[in-house]
Nanobody
Framework: QVQLVESGGGLVQAGGSLRLSCVASGLPFSINAMGWFRQAPGKEREFVGAISWSGGSTSYAGSVKGRFTISRDNAKSTVYLHMNRLNPADTAVYYC???????????????????WGQGTQVTVSS
């Protein structure tokens, strides 16, 4: 059974940084594309960033480009989201997701992802 477990969320002041981690089990992590999404209160879930199965391709939402970086460590079955220059608009529950098929690209659509973590809360104070 596939499990994705996020960690690293918390409360941070505007301008600060956080690193989220997502550990995967039950799937061939090294050949699965991974994504990060977020959902703020009262809003729909939105794409944040994604990384292809090989790690050679990434994609980001316009609102985080240049501030957030996604990376992966296949030896640890872990995908990371490095978040810098955080602002209150980044406050949300952050979810990692795994592609439903192997050898995928850095997909931006949630429909491409079959497996989801439980989420980790990120709160940015002004």
């Amino acid at each position: 059974q596939v499990q994705l477990v996020e960690s690293g969320g918390g409360l941070v002041q505007a301008g600060g940084s956080l690193r989220l981690s997502c550990v995967a089990s039950g799937l061939p992590f090294s050949i699965n594309a991974m994504g990060w999404f977020r959902q703020a209160p009262g809003k729909e879930r939105e794409f944040v960033g994604a990384i292809s199965w090989s790690g050679g391709s990434t994609s980001y939402a316009g609102s985080v480009k240049g501030r957030f970086t996604i990376s992966r460590d296949n030896a640890k079955s872990t995908v990371y989201l490095h978040m810098n220059r955080l602002n209150p608009a980044d406050t949300a529950v952050y979810y990692c997701a795994a592609d439903r098929n192997p050898f995928g690209s850095a997909y931006t659509s949630s429909a491409e992802y079959a497996y989801w973590g439980q989420g980790t809360q990120v709160t940015v104070s002004s």
